[in-house]
């Protein structure tokens, strides 16, 4: 038995090593099979199963070759007995990239569980890392400037 935050911080590292290898059954392992998984586009994904055939046939296709990178737990903990945190950040390069552009780096945080003789994540929020610059661009660009954030304008 290790209810311990360091248990909790492994996770991560083996679902990178499983996305470098292409096998979302190993990506997922660590997962309730109630777990839901909410992804950078907002797609949330219920249960393990539904996770490992949809994530199997990215890795097998538009995602074949790619690489999680830097991956870093910036921190681990229990916040209470039976219930845990990890923050993670990691990027993915795709096959021809050595290192991921500023765009595909993500922040992950993960509720875990202490069930079932171990931890398991009930739940997963991947979201983009972005700088507000970039989200000031990207507004810019496509006209959703929002106006009613104080201190901000349409006019900038």
Do not use: C
Not at 10 to 28: K, L
Not at 130 to 147: K, N, P, W
Request: charged content about 25%; glycine content about 8%.
């Amino acid at each position: 038995m290790n209810e311990s935050a360091e248990a909790i911080s492994a996770i991560p590292a083996r679902m990178n090593e499983a996305w470098n290898r292409g096998d979302a059954a190993a990506f997922f392992a660590d997962f309730a099979d109630n777990a839901v998984f909410t992804d950078f586009e907002g797609s949330i994904y219920r249960g393990r199963e539904e996770m490992v055939a949809t994530h199997q046939m990215i890795f097998d296709t538009v995602m074949k070759g790619s690489r999680l990178v830097r991956g870093e737990v910036l921190f681990a903990r229990v916040v209470q007995p039976g219930w845990g945190v990890v923050h993670h950040r990691v990027g993915i390069a795709l096959p021809s990239e050595e290192e991921p552009p500023p765009g595909r780096r993500s922040m992950q945080l993960f509720v875990t569980a202490w069930q079932n003789d171990r931890w398991e994540v009930v739940a997963l929020q991947n979201s983009r890392l972005i700088s507000l610059e970039a989200v000031a661009l990207l507004e810019s660009a496509t006209g959703d400037v929002r106006t009613d954030v104080p201190g901000r304008s349409a006019d900038g």
